[in-house]
């Protein structure tokens, strides 16, 4: 008889006050916990060909954030933001009764990975942020401006939703996904798909909350962001890409602070590396990717677990 081949991955649902947060496990049992978080409007399978090449004594957690790919959606009247995603990540982690863990976050994943080491540092011991400065300062002048803006497009989103969503077949969502994600290769928008398509009568909606497109209207300043870039204790490693965040985020105003958090960092003495590739270059590429993130893990988590 043949012997049995186990999945490469096995599925995760964690109920928590929205509803349930799920994703896919990777690896062995016992193995070191290392949370996987996504970007704005991904989900777990934005890991799907890094998390392969990577160190296998690991036991990699890819969560679909709250909103995102097959976890829940927040009721009506309630928005999403950044401590929203924190308070989700510490339900998840105490009901998997996790102590210590790292993080792999990408772009929103990272900033939320950010608050988190911040907030709980103890529980955090190595951090990697994939193009992403974890936090990201808003001007003071721009505080209220993006305030308002956040708040006017979750009410008027409130007033003129039906509760519909439009319907595609299978190609036109392909189609969809890449014309407002173009960094992302036909195999990777095929890849975010399997968890960011929902069957409906006629053919497939989109999975993730409409309301996620809303702006964010959790900010800090950079005094505060740099504050808060201290009280992190988990060793960290910033890779950064060279067609990616710097040359593609939509506020400009932000851009100013980039020098000021990468020095931050090295002053630390943090990791900051640039590698080839757009802002998805961790799912496009991830053999480009996944030697740097395999070293920091083997290096500054897996060689101190003796330690702990």
């Known amino acids: 008889m043949a012997e049995e081949v186990r999945p490469v991955f096995s599925d995760l649902s ?32 934005s890991f799907n060909t890094l998390i392969p090449l990577l160190p296998q004594e690991c036991r990699y957690v890819a969560l679909d954030l709250t909103g995102h790919g097959r976890s829940s959606h927040l009721p009506p009247g309630e928005s999403y933001n950044t401590p929203a995603y924190v308070a989700d990540i510490r339900r998840v982690v105490d009901a998997l009764q996790l102590k210590t863990f790292s993080i792999i976050g990408h772009s929103m994943g990272a900033d939320v990975a950010a608050v988190f080491s911040a907030l709980y540092p103890e529980m955090v011991d190595g951090l990697v942020f994939l193009d ?35 319907v595609y077949t299978y190609e036109k969502a392909v189609e969809r996904l890449s014309t407002a994600n173009p960094t992302l290769s036909e195999r990777s928008v095929r890849v975010l798909l399997e968890r960011g398509l929902v069957p409906v009568e006629g053919g497939f909606a989109f999975a993730r909350d409409l309301r996620i497109n809303s702006k964010n209207i959790w900010r800090v300043g950079l005094e505060q962001s740099l504050e808060m870039q201290s009280r992190v204790r988990a060793s960290i490693l910033l890779v950064l890409t060279e067609k990616g965040f710097n040359k593609t985020f939509s506020e400009p105003s932000q851009r100013k602070f980039d ?7 090295r002053d630390r003495n943090h990791t900051v590396v640039t590698v080839p590739g757009d802002h998805h270059a961790h799912l496009n590429d991830p053999e480009v990717v996944a030697p740097i993130v395999s070293d920091f893990l083997r290096n500054k988590v897996l060689s101190h677990q003796h330690k702990l």
């Open 14 to 45: 964690v109920p928590v006050r929205s509803g349930h947060v799920r994703g896919r496990v990777w690896g062995p049992d016992r193995g070191r916990p290392v949370l996987c978080l996504h970007g704005w409007a991904d989900n777990c399978g």
């Open 259 to 265: 020098w000021t958090l990468r020095q931050h960092l």
């Open 132 to 166: 992403s400065y974890g936090f990201l300062p808003t001007d003071s002048k721009d505080l209220a401006k993006v305030l308002r803006q956040g708040m006017e497009e979750t009410l008027q989103f409130e007033k003129k939703t039906d509760g519909k969503k439009r």
